[in-house]
């Protein structure tokens, strides 16, 4: 039975749920706020170059991410920092190209993501990330986590700018809404994949928020770290993180291939 239990944990493409997992995630979601920005903004590349530059490199990662069995940390969170900024794009060309409101966004990727989430449990029966094991449910976990970064920025900016609450009080919002649903989660046994989800969703607006107090000048309410610093800080944290958690990987693999008398993969 632990051999099997082992084997399954191995298969599945996505890290289990942990206190890094979601540090990592932050500090990922907050890239992709300030990289978009620096990008667009500061190399002056423009909405349309950014967009299309880190859209190849986001399918060049996601490559590598299907073409591989198990769950792999540095190409799993490369993936993730990639669709983020991917995901922050899309509502910006949206919003700044097209000229769709943040209302607007907002609605439209709800129901999109919705309808995500309804296509996957039709086909699936289930939503858990805990069984991300087939080509088909990983496409349907990639698509799901695209569509929660273009709401995630669609929401933040919408309440920080549109509704004029400013980035520290957004952040605040949003930090109390997590807080609360982790509450329930824990006191109140709500549903764990619902709990996740909606956090998934929340820390998008979240690391956001953060990402644009510490890189926006102080005329318009932020630290004035400026993109590049920002970026870098948090892209630090990340390389940091990723590097724990394939080394954590790395020996639990030989600990679990020691304790069946077999070599580590």
């Known amino acids: 039975m632990t051999t099997l239990t082992n084997r399954a944990q191995m298969q599945n493409k996505v890290p289990a749920v ?11 979601v907050t890239v992709g706020e300030t990289a978009a920005d ?8 423009g909405l349309a170059t950014t967009s299309w530059m880190l859209s190849g490199l986001l399918i060049v990662a996601l490559a ?14 490369v993936s993730v920092v990639l ?50 094991t087939t080509t088909r449910r990983e496409t349907f976990y990639w698509l ?39 509450f329930a989660y824990y006191a109140f046994n709500l549903n764990g994949i619902l709990a ?16 644009d107090l510490f890189a926006q ?17 948090f892209l630090v944290g990340i390389a940091a993180l990723v590097l724990f958690m394939t080394l954590t990987q790395a020996s639990r693999n030989a600990i679990g291939a020691a304790s069946h008398g077999s070599a580590p993969e």
């Open 83 to 132: 669709i983020s900024v991917v995901g922050t794009l899309v509502t910006d060309n949206l919003v700044d190209n097209f000229g769709v409101s943040l209302q607007t966004t907002t609605l439209v990727f709800s129901v999109v993501l919705a309808g995500t989430f309804a296509l996957w449990y039709t086909s699936e029966k289930t939503l858990s990330i805990h069984t991300i």
């Open 217 to 233: 000048p102080a005329e318009h309410g932020g630290l004035a770290f400026g993109t590049t610093v920002t970026s870098f800080i």
């Open 64 to 77: 590598l991410q299907f073409a591989r069995v198990k769950y792999v940390p540095w190409i799993y969170w």
């Open 196 to 211: 996740f989800w909606l956090v998934y969703i929340l820390t998008r607006p979240l690391g956001a928020s953060f990402g």
């Open 144 to 182: 799901a986590v695209l569509f929660t970064f273009a709401l995630g920025t669609a929401a933040g900016d919408l309440t920080a700018e549109g509704l004029g609450l400013g980035y520290l009080q957004t952040g605040v919002i949003f930090a109390s809404i997590i807080a609360a649903i982790a």
């Open 18 to 28: 942990t206190f890094d997992f979601w540090l990592i995630k932050l500090l990922a």
């Open 38 to 45: 620096y990008m667009n903004l500061d190399l002056d590349l």
